[in-house]
């Protein structure tokens, strides 16, 4: 038997919706699926407003130039995540400044302060697996009169807010809930991604769900970011389309990033059934391999619920051997991967790979991180993984690891 490590859910649904475009609209760069899909993803997230970008890495590099960020600026994101979270901000000129993470794998809020300078302007806490980060101590932090007292503001943005902007790297957690507060109004902004090894995918893609504080008008925000997204132009090339209605203006120097329709009609066709269907199905096998390891010796199991409410995403299953060292672990995956069933590492920490190094970025400045990484194997978890599949992931697991 082999189980691909992932698969994106590809059925009449989604054939149907493409179909759509391709046969009914006419319609493939961004027009009626993308506003369509930016009202599910509200009505699903509780955002105030929600921008679908053409992919999670454009969609933060959009907010960051949104927010005034530059050369000179620095930028907090933990060491353990995939490196488009530190790609955003180096694009555009500015430096990230990578902080240790916790044993849930996500940043750890009591290094923030101390990661804290003049130059920082925002923080990035990534929702690794689908388990959200602890917004409550991240913000308790950026709102500390130590923090406050050392930002400088320096875009009309950064006046307003008079602190660090809080960016969820939330590409993992469509659908989460920390402390019962849905994925999408826990950070000031928080953007998804819809790549195709996500929960919810249109191929290449994401989304800006917006939770600005007061003053922040988010609909006026909305209607900014929509012409920002569009190399700063005023109309969409739908919009121009009506009757008379050919002139526009370009208002801001913006990045071209919006998504197409093409693209948004197959995420529209999963996130109507993501709540009901294909979010209880993940956590399902969530559960399985919970039970399937639970009883052994070796395994670490990955946080998922917990009494204050939070609950995952599920989108990876991240199980640790316990003990196991980095190679033990590597020849475990050779082991595995030899009977059919893919597995993945989530992930090689930033300062281990070759850009970073180059950068100066050391791993022993980040213990934690390493100790992770070292023992980590992420397992196969996805619509339409069949029971027998799961079974024979559990089955093959515990054979090459005890
Ligand atoms: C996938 C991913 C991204 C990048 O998403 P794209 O849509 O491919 O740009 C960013 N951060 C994390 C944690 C991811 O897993």
């Keep these: 038997m082999t189980v691909p490590f992932s698969r994106p859910l590809i059925d009449q649904a989604v054939i149907a919706e493409v ?27 509780g955002a105030a407003a929600v921008v679908c970008v053409n992919s999670w890495t454009s969609g933060a590099m959009l907010m960051l130039r949104w927010w005034g960020l530059g050369p000179g600026d620095e930028v907090i994101i933990p060491a353990y995540t995939y ?14 400044v990578m ?14 302060l101390a990661a804290i300078t003049p130059r920082t302007k925002a923080i990035i806490p990534v929702d690794i697996g689908g388990w959200m980060a602890d917004y409550d101590a991240i913000f308790e932090a950026v709102k500390s009169a130590e923090a406050r007292a050392q930002f400088q503001p320096q875009s009309p943005e950064q006046e307003k807010l008079g602190r660090i902007l809080v960016l969820a790297d939330a590409a993992h957690s469509i659908g989460a809930q920390y402390k019962g507060r849905d994925c999408g109004v826990c950070a000031d902004v928080s953007v998804l991604s819809f790549h195709s090894v996500k929960n919810i995918t249109t191929g290449e893609g994401g989304a800006v769900c917006l939770h600005l504080p007061q003053p922040f008008d988010n609909a006026a925000e909305y209607l900014f ?17 009506q009757p008379g209605a050919w002139r526009y203006d370009i208002v801001a120097q913006g ?13 529209l066709a999963q996130i109507r059934r993501y709540k009901d269907e294909l979010l209880p199905e993940r956590r399902r096998i969530f559960q399985q391999y919970q039970a399937g ?3 052994t010796d070796w395994a670490i199991l990955p946080n998922w619920q917990d009494e204050s409410g939070s609950i995952a995403s599920c989108h990876l299953y991240m199980l640790r051997i316990q003990n196991a060292s980095e190679s033990a672990r590597d020849a475990l995956i050779q082991r595995i991967s030899e009977q059919g069933v893919g597995v993945n590492v989530h992930y090689i920490p930033m300062p281990m790979l070759t850009l970073f190094k180059n950068l100066d970025y050391r791993i022993a400045d980040y213990p934690n991180t390493y100790d992770l990484y070292k023992n980590e194997i992420s397992l196969p978890i996805y619509n339409g993984l069949s029971q027998k599949q799961i079974d024979f992931v559990i089955e093959t697991i515990i054979v090459h690891s005890s």
């Design 19 to 45: 179909n759509d475009c391709l046969s009914n609209t006419g319609w493939l760069t961004s027009g009626p699926k993308v506003l369509a899909l930016e009202n599910e993803v509200r009505k699903l997230t």
């Design 83 to 96: 490196s488009a979270t530190a790609l955003c901000a180096l694009n555009i000129g500015a430096k990230v």
């Design 99 to 112: 902080v240790d993470v916790g044993d849930d794998f996500n940043l750890d809020p009591g290094k923030i």
């Design 225 to 241: 970011l929509k012409a920002f997204a569009l190399n700063g132009q005023t109309k969409s090339a739908f919009e121009k389309n």
């Design 255 to 267: 990045l071209k990033a919006n998504m197409p329709d093409i693209c948004a009609a197959i995420g």
């Design 293 to 295: 390891f639970e009883n």
